[in-house]
């Protein structure tokens, strides 16, 4: 089995098979950056740096990046992908949003869905929530037993392994946030009139369960950070540290999977314009 | 029949029933801007004022834009989606290529494919290449004739209108250069071996139809050219022109399209953070 994965290094990365605290990992640091203005002018570099990459990884089409996000309710993903991806070209970017199943997707199996949504070789694909879920709210309500939790980690690994030794890279985020960060944010969209459209009755509901959402988390990196598709625990409560890590990530990866345009074929000779 | 289309004033609107006669219309204009960096400064003021309008659009997901780019081969394409749309949040807009149909593509009707890459409510699609090339280049070549185009026409026309009827506004760019200028692009890309791999053989074959690829455009838009799903001829040789004039249709049907928030239904008093 090859596979060749680009090599990177982060602070953030959840090596494989040990043990993970999340109250032991940051939520909060700033990382390098002094103010918030840094950061922004760094991921403004990050940007810059992505465009081009991006535009070889689309005209070779022999691998993909597929990047999942996963993060408790008001992490973050929706403001992720709007800051490091606008400004990329969206006709190599799609992304996916994982929602309730629609009746058909509930009549599959639970990759179903996000195998077809994979990104084929040339495209960066963006996982808005994933397959994940399937062993996290479920599991947090009892309609997954840590039997059958265990047996979707081995089916997410060997789906994972197999897009991987397809030249598709995966990297998984888990933005990661404090209980009471979240609070705050919640707070301020029933403080908001102009934000009242985004309140979900859900996420002040799962809210409660938050302990056990942890532990749901701390399972599923425990099970399915691989070397060939590890997570990243992301220090979330600052937004502008979160879009910066993140990108930081993308950039290396991106830099390190020897990216080439396509070798032309044609016999330049003989075309006249 | 309700059709609530954005009133849309435009010099490059091709009005419903006229005859088109492509040579008489302007490739090279440089419209009101003296020099490319006034066009480039407006192109960005345009894509400031995009940006809020498009989340309104993925917020509320009451309507849908639909974008159509036709042109001749190196008319820009991929470039007005690349210079327009990096800078629209990638979760919000769909980019759909029209290549070679697939073979499960070749055996349903035409409109198939189309069809499926609809942007549903709350979506920006962008079709690079579309549906048109099916009374396009197998005209061009013979394989359709006349008599089916007109059919073809009717089709297109009855399958634009009820997409109109379900909150879909449509608007159809022609990206119009000039033959001399599609001569100077293609010389260009054998000039510099970076651009080798763009290079395709079939380019410069077709090259050699340009009237009749011109006869054929012009066919499309005398009868498909409607006040619900309207085609606009955008002078192109110079590409900052067409980004911004593009851009500035855009901005304008997206204002025109009355977008809202979602009105909230919950009953925020009852929540707590």
């Known amino acids: 089995m090859k596979i060749a994965f680009p090599k990177i290094r982060s602070p953030w990365l959840i090596e494989p098979d040990t043990k993970v605290r999340l109250e032991k990992l ?13 950061a922004k002018k760094e991921l403004e570099k990050h940007r810059v740096k992505m ?9 070779g089409a022999q691998k993909s990046l597929l990047i999942v996000l996963q993060g408790m309710d008001t992490a973050g993903k929706d403001g992720t992908i709007s800051h490091i991806f606008t400004g990329i070209n969206p006709q190599g970017c799609d992304v996916t949003p994982f929602k309730v199943p629609t009746p058909l997707e509930a009549r599959h199996d639970f990759l179903w869905r ?23 709210s479920p599991r947090v ?6 039997k059958a939790a265990k047996e979707r980690f081995a089916e997410i690994n060997a789906f994972e392994e197999m897009l991987v030794r397809n030249d598709v890279v995966v990297l998984k985020f888990f933005l990661h946030i404090s209980h009471a960060e979240q609070g705050r944010r919640l ?17 002040f509901a799962e809210r409660k369960f938050w302990p056990k959402y942890v532990s749901a988390y701390e399972s599923i990196l425990e099970n399915t950070s691989k070397k060939h598709a590890p997570w990243f625990v992301i220090p979330s409560d600052h937004k502008w540290h979160r879009n910066v ?14 990216l080439q345009y396509p070798v032309s074929t044609v016999d330049i000779s003989k075309l006249k314009a």
């Open 187 to 203: 707070q301020s969209r029933l403080d908001d009139p102009s934000k009242h459209w985004k309140i979900s009755p859900a996420d």
């Open 245 to 258: 890590a993140i990108s930081r990530i993308l950039v290396d990866a991106l830099d390190g999977m020897d």
């Open 141 to 146: 309500h009892g309609m997954v037993s840590d």
């Open 51 to 59: 465009a081009p990459l991006q535009e070889k990884l689309y005209a």
């Open 26 to 38: 940051s939520t909060a640091t700033r990382g390098n950056f002094h103010d918030e203005d840094a």
């Open 114 to 136: 996000a195998h077809a949504a994979v990104p084929p070789r040339g495209m960066i694909g963006i996982f808005n929530r994933s397959h994940y879920e399937d062993v996290l």
